[in-house]
Nanobody
Framework: QLQASGGGLVQPGGSLRLTCAAS????????TSWFRQAPGKERDFVAA??????????KYSDSVKGRFTISRDNAKNTVYLQMNSLNAEDTGVYYC????????????????????WGQGTLVTVSS
C-alpha cells in the first residue's frame, strides 16, 4: 500500500515536502517515482530514482529540475519529494508510484512503467 501525504496550500516561492509511505515494500528492490496531474490535464512525470549496479540514478522532468529532489529512506520504507521555489504551474495532485521490474533509465518517465500507485495528495500553489 502506498500512502502519499504532505500536500497543501503554499504561496509561490514556498516549499513543501511530500511523503509516500510504502507499506509492504522493500524499497531497495523498486524504482520509485512521483507524477502529478493538474486539473483537466494528463498525468505528468515529475521525478524518479532507481538502484542499478549499486548506484542510485535520478531522473527529473525539465520543469522541476533544480527545484525538486526525490529521495527515499529504505529503513522507513518512505519516499520523499522535496519541492522548492514552487510556482502556480506546480499545482496538481501528486502521486507516488513504484515498480520492481528494474526499468531502464529511458522509461522511468512513463506512467506505464509503474505497477503500484498511491492515492495522491493535492498541492495548490497560490497567493
Amino acid at each position: 500500500q502506498l500512502q502519499a501525504s504532505g500536500g497543501g496550500l503554499v504561496q509561490p516561492g514556498g516549499s513543501l515536502r511530500l511523503t509516500c509511505a510504502a507499506s509492504g515494500f522493500t524499497l531497495d528492490y523498486y524504482a520509485t517515482s512521483w507524477f502529478r496531474q493538474a486539473p483537466g490535464k494528463e498525468r505528468d512525470f515529475v521525478a524518479a530514482m532507481r538502484l542499478s549496479s549499486g548506484n542510485l540514478h535520478y531522473k527529473y522532468s525539465d520543469s522541476v529540475k533544480g527545484r525538486f529532489t526525490i529521495s527515499r529512506d529504505n529503513a522507513k520504507n518512505t519516499v520523499y519529494l522535496q519541492m522548492n521555489s514552487l510556482n502556480a504551474e506546480d499545482t496538481g495532485v501528486y502521486y507516488c508510484a513504484l515498480t520492481r521490474n528494474s526499468p531502464i533509465y529511458g522509461v522511468l518517465h512513463r506512467p506505464g512503467t509503474y505497477d503500484y500507485w498511491g492515492q495522491g495528495t493535492l498541492v495548490t500553489v497560490s497567493s
